[in-house]
T-cell receptor
Framework: DVKVTQSSRYLVKRTGEKVFLECVQD?????MFWYRQDPGLGLRLIYFSYDVKMKEKGDIPEGYSVSREKKERFSLILESASTNQTSMYLC???????????FGPGTRLTVL | TQLLEQSPQFLSIQEGENLTVYCNSSSVFSSLQWYRQEPGEGPVLLVTVVTGGEVKKLKRLTFQFGDARKDSSLHITAAQPGDTGLYLCAGDSGGSNYKLTFGKGTLLTVNP
């Protein structure tokens, strides 16, 4: 079974803090994705990566950056957290040529 | 920008009832996936449909892909409380980046 794990299920941070969200997959998948999920807005793609050290902006990259130094790990970084970044963050991975995405359990981030 | 519209947004029914959830777009997709997300968890793939007009069954769930590959439906027969969750459709427009376009979801509650 594919397993995607996220470093924290719940996280509370203060405005202005630097926040790291970690995602690890154990199935040698090439593609990894970061989404945020908000009521009424659905899943919105922040960044994705199709290879080590490669990244592409998704639909809402502002205020975020990512890092993929190893194939199995994809990190999402909030350089200076703001209250409007309070959300559920979901990581996913997939293996070409299929487009099935396997999701982690999510991190519910609250920025105070 | 490709969009997937899901309807209804919310659905609350009694155990044993039937229901249909719709996923519509003006764009053509090479494939379409349905995911179910339970509270506090990430989405999990239910099915992928690829061919226009395709019908797939998964126990009490029936999935259909429109002939023109622009729309899809999910029908649940004799719903059970365990079917409660957020149902998401996601379309793959093809190409090499394997990004998916997600609908905003249908939140289904099945009351005992």
């Amino acid at each position: 079974d594919v397993k995607v794990t996220q470093s924290s299920r719940y996280l509370v941070k203060r405005t202005g803090e630097k926040v790291f969200l970690e995602c690890v997959q154990d199935m040698d998948h090439e593609n990894m994705f970061w989404y945020r999920q908000d009521p009424g807005l659905g899943l919105r793609l922040i960044y994705f990566s199709y290879d080590v050290k490669m990244k592409e902006k998704g639909d809402i990259p502002e205020g975020y950056s990512v890092s993929r130094e190893k194939k199995e790990r994809f990190s999402l970084i909030l350089e200076s957290a703001s209250t409007n970044q309070t959300s559920m963050y979901l990581c996913a991975s997939s293996l070409p040529p299929t487009d099935t995405q396997y999701f982690g359990p999510g991190t519910r981030l609250t920025v105070l | 920008t490709q969009l997937l519209e899901q309807s209804p947004q919310f659905l609350s029914i009694q155990e044993g009832e039937n229901l249909t959830v719709y996923c519509n777009s003006s764009s053509v997709f090479s494939s379409l996936q349905w995911y179910r997300q339970e509270p506090g968890e990430g989405p999990v793939l239910l099915v992928t449909v690829v061919t226009g007009g395709e019908v797939k069954k998964l126990k009490r769930l029936t999935f259909q892909f429109g002939d023109a590959r622009k729309d899809s439906s999910l029908h649940i027969t004799a719903a059970q409380p365990g079917d409660t969750g957020l149902y998401l459709c996601a379309g793959d427009s093809g190409g090499s980046n394997y990004k998916l376009t997600f609908g905003k979801g249908t939140l289904l509650t099945v009351n005992p």
